[in-house]
């Protein structure tokens, strides 16, 4: 069994980054002395003790039967303790499958927040299906998590940080605002195991996400850097593959994730205190940082996304235009912008030229004002469906891909937006 699944990455001829990214597989590895790290849309890390096992995480709970089989390959003990880094569906939510028959209940450890995020998805529950469909499938009628909360649920809350004993293993916990409010990073001295949860994704943070609640991209970064300074020898991301003994490229990954998110928020701080312009122009005066590191591309969120994030949380909802304090309904300056076109075929026709041009962003500008103008016209809703595709196909985001698309599909059925 491998103790470096991506020795070759960087010890020999080059791999390509999408075997180590966000949407790697793979495992279960031995990181550490009888400890193993699996990924199946999500990591699992499982030490061994004299206890029991401790789990990071527990992935989903339609997808961790798999990965506890897996494990359970190399170890029969019973589960101590789990940590839930936080209570997304992909890590607080396969428990169960993890568990020896007949063993007694584990104690289970998240940060205090995380019931009140369950609370949250509980109330928002039809909400967070549609959007995460959407973000999937680019289609919010394809549904398929349902957002209930975990099926074992944390008995044992800490604040800012807590440190247990399991055995013969140390595990210290510590919270950090980011991409949720209720982020617990996990610390191992013994075998210095870094277990970052989603603070560590193998792309671009997920700090910017245009559908959902506010992210931290400030603390994120703090995090970033105290994890930097226990100097990790292995890492176990929420997403992606292990680094294991691989101290400097740790260190790399770590401090470059945190330096790309703090030229984020420090540039859209700048404009924001040079006289609150409208948050389009803030945008615009960001220089978006970029990187050729597997660890920062842009593949499921992306730096644009972030600024605005960070706009969300310092600027309020106000974009700064006059016309969005209290805006007409879109439909009727769809009609009248249309009609000032000379109709909604100019319109459409002017999109196309700005697609051939490579102007996606006015391009879909035309393309709304098209298909809010004249929803029902099956030409009108096949050529904005054709800018919006176009758009999808130029993005390199899973975000922006899927909007786009979800865009293009409901308007060749001429519904609304969703």
């Known amino acids: 069994m491998s103790r470096n699944p991506l020795s070759a990455m960087f010890h020999g001829p080059e791999r390509p980054p999408e075997e180590a990214g ?4 793979g495992g279960p590895f031995e990181v550490a002395d009888r400890t193993w790290h699996t990924s199946l849309g999500s990591g699992v890390t499982a030490f061994e003790t004299s206890q029991g096992l401790v789990l990071i995480d527990t992935g989903t709970e339609g997808l961790a039967p798999k990965m506890a089989s897996g494990l359970r390959e ?4 019973p589960v101590h303790t789990a940590v839930y880094t936080h209570g997304h569906l992909d890590h607080a939510y396969g428990l169960p499958a993890f568990l020896l028959p007949g063993q007694s209940a584990p104690r289970v450890i998240a940060h205090s927040a995380l019931p009140a995020r369950s609370a949250r998805y509980s109330r928002t529950s039809g909400y967070n299906e549609a959007i995460n469909a959407r973000q999937v499938s680019g289609d919010v009628t394809k549904r398929r998590l349902r957002f209930t909360p975990p099926p074992i649920p944390p ?5 800012d940080s807590t440190s247990i004993e399991v055995g013969e293993l140390t595990f210290e916990l510590r ?14 001295p013994e075998h210095r195991v870094l277990c970052p949860g989603d603070l560590v994704i193998w792309a671009v943070p997920n700090a910017g996400n245009p559908q959902k609640v506010q992210r931290y991209a400030w603390e994120w970064s703090d995090a970033l850097r105290a994890m930097a300074a226990l100097n990790p020898r292995t890492l176990c991301p929420g997403h992606g593959a292990p680094l294991v003994d691989e101290p400097e490229t ?19 701080l700048a404009a924001l205190n040079d006289g609150a312009p409208p948050h389009t122009d803030i945008v615009e005066r960001v220089t978006l940082p970029s990187s050729d590191s597997p660890w920062l591309r842009p593949i499921y969120d992306e730096a644009e996304f972030i600024v605005r994030n960070v706009i969300r949380y310092y600027g309020g909802w106000y974009s700064g235009r006059p016309s969005e304090l209290k805006p007409a309904p879109r439909r009727e300056v769809a009609a009248v912008v249309s009609e000032l076109a000379g109709g909604v075929d100019i ?3 002017r999109a196309a030229l700005a697609v051939e041009a490579g102007d996606l962003r006015l391009a ?12 029902t016209d099956e030409r009108v809703r096949t050529g904005a469906a054709a800018v ?3 758009r999808a196909e130029a993005e390199e985001s899973l975000m922006a891909i899927n909007i786009y698309r979800s865009a293009a599909h409901y308007a060749r059925a001429g519904r609304p937006f969703r």
């Not at 919270?175 to 191992?188: F, I, K, L, P, S």
């Not at 740790?250 to 401090?255: D, N, S």
């Not at 879909?364 to 929803?375: G, Q």
């Open 22 to 25: 966000f949407f790697w597989r």
């Open 74 to 77: 190399f170890t029969q003990a």
């Open 155 to 159: 008995d044992t809350l800490y604040d």
């Open 175 to 188: 919270h950090a605002r980011g991409e949720t409010d209720d982020h617990t990073w996990v610390w191992n």
């Open 250 to 268: 740790i260190q790399r990954l770590l401090l470059e994730t945190a330096d790309y998110l703090d030229s984020i928020v420090d540039q859209t």
């Open 347 to 349: 319109l459409l026709a």
């Open 364 to 375: 879909c500008h035309l393309a709304d004002w098209a298909v809010e103008s004249e929803p």
């Open 388 to 390: 919006y595709e176009a």
